[in-house]
Structure formats: structure tokens, C-alpha cells
């Protein structure tokens, strides 16, 4: 079944990985689960993309839990054609990780175990669920019909349980030992961009800054206020004679103590806070060493930030490139929370947490392929919006100004439909032949 061009200039550099039947077959699921509204499981792609006779549909699953193919590479090509597409050459790139729970029950699913629930936790009460927890990697980039952020995932990883990895006898890697490969492998694809990477508390970890700065990426994580930070060594002439050359100098006043010291100087401006309107915001930075015994001392740079009015709490951030300006850092690191949002999409409109897999290689390959299936519609609706506007859903209730994700994916899959109707004579141009086969998925569609 034919693809509107939009889609087709998106999928055609991703050919070359998948062997033809693999490749019609994946076309086939593809369109089934941009149509589909629900579960988004084998066999409701099949329904949608008018499959559902098809004697041989247990193939379609040997594509998640058999056929042969690199899950790397498809990430490799994904991240290129976005850098490609959405990205100016000299643009930095800004890379945001997080973590999400995918809830999922069963004995049959080995890698599920129990964490920490940040959907239903609080400040008060700490809420666990069965599940998978996934890695998530996705370049920051603002589309031309928007004016917010988009975070586009482009490296899924499945993390494990220390318990699991015991069983296995594998060694354990923690949150900061898998950010730590997953840049190695940023890095290796795009050797020659500058690189910006954004993380939350977790991510705060000295061997990853260490590591990131090996790479020449730039960490923009939250600090502690309580973190130890020290001069930098005294010069060589300056030194004693005898014994060890120093590491670091002396210990510097802590992030608290130049909170609550009046004086410190303080930078006034109003700015862009997280989407809700101008906020005005005080800051100060400066230079410092982050330094623990038996690491390597990491030169940073540290902003710490308060609300004028005393209505939120003070925060403080670091980054591994000293000569990245304080509001530069304030600007970028407000864009992590776009990833939440895309976690959000993804559950409301791309079925995470309906797919039925239960063998290890099928599980591993369908969440990551339906969460970058948002990258997917991002770009597939950026070759649209260049020929025609993104029609904007607008209600008497709900008034839009620009185009949101589920207005981007409407947009695709009214292209999808379009395709499929069959042209009348020029005589009649109000009139379209609508196939009996098409007609009954739009019917299912609508009813079920």
C-alpha cells in the first residue's frame, strides 16, 4: 500500500538496514501504528493497515522477535537525518537523558522489577511499580510550527536490576555508567559537533563529567549545594618543594555559604521560565574545581539561581565547559523538561505501555520503536509543514497558536488516508471512489 511522500522521504535512508521482506513488512506496521488509536500491539497495526486476513501474520512478529537487525545502526541513522534535517551545520547539539518507567506485569517478562514510580511519587510518599525502566536519549530542537522545544528520542536503552545482573553473573552498571557509553557512542557518530548534554540529579556523577569532558561535551547537570569545590592548584614556582605536586588548591566557600552571603553579586534579568510566561530571575557563577579523593579534579563552571520574590526554592547548576556564559546555562538546561512532555505523547497517543511482548529481543526492540516513532512524525511533519501549513485542532474551549504533537500526527495520517482514494474525472471534482477495503478501516476506525 502506498505511502504519502512525506513519510517515504523520511524511511528511505533507513532502507539499507533491513533485508526486503523485513523492510515490506515493517512498512505494513509502521502505517498500522500511526493509524491506530489504542493498544498499539502487532495485530492492531495488521487491523489498521488492512492486514487482518492475512493467514501469514505471525511473520509480522518475527520482525520484533526474529529477523536480523541492528537496533544501533537504525539509532545511528535516526540521530544523522535529525541532526541533518532540524539542526543549522554550526548549531550546538543539545542531547537530554532521562530515565522512564514503562509499567509492565507478568512473570514472563525477565527484565521487569520494581522502581521508583516519579508519576505517582511525591516530595511526602515514594511509589513503586512493576517494570521496565528505559534510557533515553533524544536531541532538543524547535520546530518550525512551534515555538517550544521538542525533545526527539533517538537511543533507547533497557536497564536491568542489580538483582538480575547477580543471576546472570554480569557486572551491575548504574544510571551514570550506561550515560557514560551512551555519549562514548554520540560521540563516535558525530565526532566534529559541539555537543551539549543535559541530565538531572542522576547524572550529576564526577566520572561522568570526567568523561564527557575527555569527549569535549559539555554537562549542564543540577549541583548540590553542599558540594565541595576547590581552587585550582597554586602555579609550579609557587609550589613546595618535596613530596606530592598539588591536585587542587583550597577548599572554596560552599554553594550555601555564597547563597546567604550579602556579598555576593547578583545578576538581575527576566527571562523565559519553562514555558509559563517571562520570570524574573537573579543569578552568580563562577569557577571552580569539583574534587573527590582518588578522581581526577574536574574544572566546572557553577550557577546558582533564586527567585527574587522568595516563592521558589534556589537551585544551583554546573557545567563542564567553563567558558559557556551563566544564562546560557540557565537557557539549556530548562530545555530537559521537554523529554517529559515527549513521555507524556507517547503514552497518549503512541500506545506505550499496550504492546504485548513477552520475549526478551521483541520487548527490547518495540518500546524503543514506538518512542522514536515521535521523532519519526517530527520529521515526517517537517517535510509536510514545507509544502503546507500543520492544520491546528482548535475547540470554543481550547485555543492553540501553534501546532502541537497530535495535530502533527493527524496531519500524517490524513495524508495516509488521502493517499488511498481513488482520483474521479475532472468533471466531478467534489467526488471521490473511496475502495470497499478502505472503507471498512475508516468504519473501524471510527467504531472500535
Known sequence: MPLPEAILAVVAPFRPLFTAPTWRKLMTLLMGTLLAHGPRTVCSALRFSGEQSNGNWSQYHQVLNRARWSPLAASRC?????????????????????????????????????????????????????????????????????KQPWALP???????????????????????????????????????????????????????????????????????????????????EQRRKGGKPQVVGP??????????????LWHDRKIEWYGQGKRRVQWCTGTALWYRFGRPPLPIRWVLTRDPEG??????????????????????????????????????????????????????????????TSSFVALAGTHLASREPVAIEQTAWYR?????????????????????????????PAVGLLPRSVLDRLLYAACF
Open 78 to 146: 535516526l540521530l544523522l537525518l535529525m541532526v541533518q534535517t532540524l539542526l543549522a551545520q554550526d548549531a550546538p547539539i543539545e542531547i537530554v537523558i532521562d530515565e522512564t518507567l514503562e509499567r509492565r506485569w507478568g512473570p514472563m517478562i525477565n527484565k521487569r522489577g520494581h522502581y521508583r514510580d516519579s508519576a505517582l511519587s511525591s516530595r511526602k510518599r515514594a511509589v513503586s511499580s512493576s517494570g521496565l525502566r528505559w534510557m533515553v536519549m533524544a536531541v532538543v530542537v524547535t520546530p518550525g510550527w512551534t
Open 154 to 236: 533517538f537511543l533507547v536503552v533497557l536497564t536491568t536490576t542489580p538483582s538480575f545482573n547477580v543471576h546472570l553473573s554480569k557486572r551491575h552498571k548504574t544510571i551514570a555508567r550506561w550515560a557514560e557509553q551512551m555519549m562514548s557512542l554520540v560521540h563516535r557518530w558525530l565526532p566534529d559537533r559541539q555537543i551539549r548534554l543535559l541530565g538531572d540529579t542522576a547524572y550529576s556523577c564526577l566520572e561522568l563529567g570526567v568523561r564527557c569532558r575527555r569527549y569535549e561535551v559539555a554537562l549542564i547537570v543540577p549541583a548540590r549545594l553542599d558540594s565541595v569545590l576547590r581552587e585550582p592548584p597554586p602555579p609550579v
Open 251 to 264: 577548599r572554596l566557600p560552599s554553594l550555601e555559604q555564597v547563597l546567604v552571603d550579602p556579598a555576593t
Open 311 to 372: 516563592k521558589r526554592e534556589a537551585k544551583a547548576l554546573l557545567c563542564t565547559d567553563q567558558q559557556l556564559e551563566a544564562l546560557t546555562i540557565i537557557r539549556t538546561f530548562m530545555k530537559r523538561w521537554s523529554l517529559e512532555s515527549t513521555f507524556e505523547q507517547a503514552r497518549a497517543h503512541l500506545g506505550i505501555e499496550t504492546q504485548r511482548q513477552w520475549s526478551d529481543l521483541a520487548i527490547e526492540r518495540s518500546t524503543p520503536l514506538l518512542l522514536c
Open 400 to 428: 492553540k497558536t501553534s501546532a502541537t504533537f497530535h495535530d502533527v500526527l493527524a496531519a500524517l495520517r490524513l495524508r495516509i488516508w488521502i493517499q488511498q482514494i481513488i482520483a474521479t474525472p475532472s468533471h466531478e
